[in-house]
T-cell receptor, first 112, second 115 residues
């Protein structure tokens, strides 16, 4: 059973461009979470989604950030008009019911 | 005050030692407790998942939860150099749709096991 897959693993963008991060959950998992890890900081929750529904977006910045988990295909975290402060590692996790969250390898975003 | 406190270390032990890692928390609503291991520039790897108070053992790892003291621990027996990593505690307040809600993480403890 393949683990959580994320792509790209590394993404470089210039200020003002859009970044699109993709996450495919483990087979059989219908719950997806996005976390951000800034240098020298811990993992911070951003958003929790189920298929076609946002369950909790309390950790998402109010502007420029959006997430979706469509009926078909991977979950997408989209960052519009990136700024240098968006440089971080973005991790996706998935979960079955009544179990822990399993993390992917992350996407490392660098904004020039 | 942070919701979850974790000693950042670094913690250095000789091979074969018993390692004790700890977290304290302030939110009494937390019910689900997890420990993750994260190697440098990798994703966190789930080691232990526990619900409410008590002990859980898996191989060389034992997780303890004391909700009355708001204190959780991870013990590693017979530590190996390959255990050298950052260990993160994480906790959640409940379930939505049967799966855990957002995780609140400690900042992580850096462990080095010396051969």
């Amino acid at each position: 059973n393949a683990g959580v897959m994320q792509n790209p693993r590394h993404l470089v963008r210039r200020r003002g461009q859009e970044a699109r991060l993709r996450c495919s959950p483990m087979k059989g998992h219908s719950h997806v979470y996005w976390y951000r890890q800034l240098p020298e900081e811990g993992l911070k929750f951003m958003v929790y989604l189920q298929k076609e529904n946002i369950i909790d977006e309390s950790g998402m910045p109010k502007e420029r950030f959006s997430a979706e988990f469509p009926k078909e295909g991977p979950s997408i975290l989209r960052i519009q008009q990136v700024v240098r402060g968006d440089s971080a590692a973005y991790f996706c996790a998935s979960s079955p019911k009544q179990a822990g969250q399993f993390f992917g390898p992350g996407t490392r975003l660098t904004v020039l | 005050q942070k919701e979850v406190e974790q000693d950042p270390g670094p913690l250095s032990v000789p091979e074969g030692a018993i390692v004790s890692l700890n977290c304290t928390y302030s939110n009494s609503a937390f019910q689900y407790f997890m420990w993750y291991r994260q190697y440098s520039r990798k994703g966190p790897e789930l080691l232990m998942y526990t619900y409410s108070s008590g002990n859980k053992e898996d191989g060389r790892f034992t997780a303890q939860v004391d909700k009355s003291s708001k204190y959780i621990s991870l013990f590693i027996r017979d530590s190996q150099p390959s255990d050298s990593a950052t260990y993160l505690c994480a906790m959640s307040g409940g379930l939505s749709g049967g799966a855990t809600n957002k995780l609140i993480f400690g900042t992580g403890t850096l462990l080095a096991v010396q051969p």
